[in-house]
């Protein structure tokens, strides 16, 4: 798994521009530069290719929660820490703005919808082949097409398993969508974990922040309210410090005394 060979390459205290990279890798340049790509989405490692906290907590050896991602949250914590870094910015739009627009969709729909942002703001450069293939990529790490013969294939299908992006239609009438549900296969804690990493919640959070805004646990899992309400539910179920409230209408999830967003993922993996 590149992922796990590439964090224990820098945990050892090794660079991606040393020349032996390829070597002690046991990969060709592009590999190098795409697994370093990778591990800065997903936010394992910073911008100075040291690893990072999360990086250290799910990855590590000795003390990581899950080294080899057997545990399915820990693939749902990728997925978030890639939408939420913006490091690779399409996740970020994907999740947080063009689904909300399109329902269904495909590569061109996607292109023309950068475009039309690149014509309201022209430093962004726009450059058609690039969000293109960018949008593959997207593609294939949550989908797994075999078809494709791109360097990214190493990491194609690393997030087909949490079932975010489903197809319909073949060949050139093939669209994709992505559709807001309960996901029962998203644990709790997972979304426990995102509202306490998130530093524009407080100590009172309401349901339609949980739900619409950006990076929100709605946005980012694709959960719909009743989805969302569910996950609050069994949140409160193992902590008593959180409440969810019902007043004049307006629905909140409180925090009496609010944990550490990764005291969640300690109890969580058994640490």
């Known amino acids: 798994m590149w992922i796990k060979k590439g964090f224990d390459f820098v945990q050892e205290g090794k660079s991606f521009n040393d020349e032996d990279a390829v070597i002690k890798l046991g990969v060709g340049k592009n590999m190098v530069s795409s697994i370093r790509f990778w591990l800065k989405a997903f936010s394992i490692i910073d911008n100075k290719d040291i690893p990072t906290e999360f990086g250290k907590r799910l990855f590590d050896n000795g003390t990581g929660y899950d080294p080899f991602l057997e545990d399915e949250a820990s693939i749902w914590l990728l997925h978030y820490q890639l939408v939420k870094s913006g490091f690779s910015s399409i996740y970020s739009i994907v999740f947080n703005e063009f689904r909300k627009e399109k329902l269904f969709f495909d590569k061109d729909s996607f292109v023309n919808y950068i475009k039309r942002i690149g ?152 640490k």
């Open 119 to 270: 014509e309201i703001n022209p430093a962004l450069n726009f450059n058609e082949n690039t969000v293109g293939k960018d949008f593959d990529v997207f593609v294939n790490l949550y989908k797994n097409d075999t078809e494709s013969k791109d360097v990214e294939d190493s990491f194609s299908g690393i997030l087909s398993e949490i079932d975010l992006l489903k197809a319909t239609g073949k060949g050139v009438g093939k669209q994709f969508f992505i559709e807001n549900n309960e996901r029962d296969n998203l644990s709790e804690a997972v979304v426990l974990f995102s509202i306490l990493d998130n530093l524009n919640y407080g100590n009172s959070i309401s349901l339609n922040s949980l739900e619409f805004d950006f990076n929100s646990p709605g946005s980012i899992f694709a959960l719909n309210r009743s989805g969302l309400v569910n996950k609050i539910m069994e949140m409160i179920s193992v902590n008593k410090d959180i409440t969810f409230t019902d007043q004049a209408g307006i629905k909140e999830l409180q925090f009496k005394n609010k944990p550490s967003a990764y005291s969640v993922l300690d109890n969580y993996y058994g």
